[in-house]
């Protein structure tokens, strides 16, 4: 099954909750390094990660958030379905 945008960008965040080389992070991203750089350039503009002087990537404050409402929203969907009586409805 393939991965959602939103899911990908959640494990790049996830790889760089350290500071992370581009190699390191591909690999716990699992993407090669041309999505690799689609999507970073895209989070960079977006202030989700931060390249330091040193060449690491790291996420950022807005990063952190964007990946504890996804993380939320994730419990959400996989958790079991309420369930509603006839009487409430």
């Known amino acids: 099954m ?3 945008k939103e899911e990908i960008i959640a494990d790049i965040l996830t790889a760089a909750n ?3 080389n581009r ?3 591909m690999y716990k991203a699992r993407l090669s390094y041309t ?3 689609t999507y970073t350039r895209n989070l ?3 202030l ?3 390249k330091t002087q040193t060449g690491l990537w790291i996420v950022t404050d807005i990063g952190r958030v964007y990946l504890n409402q996804y993380q939320a929203l994730v419990r959400i969907l996989e958790s079991e ?3 509603v009586s006839q009487s409430m409805a």
Do not use: D, Y
């Open 2 to 4: 393939n991965r959602s």
């Open 18 to 20: 350290e500071p992370v």
């Open 23 to 25: 190699t390191l992070m």
């Open 35 to 37: 999505q690799l750089m």
């Open 44 to 46: 960079e503009e977006k």
């Open 48 to 50: 989700l990660i931060h």
């Open 81 to 83: 379905p309420l369930v």
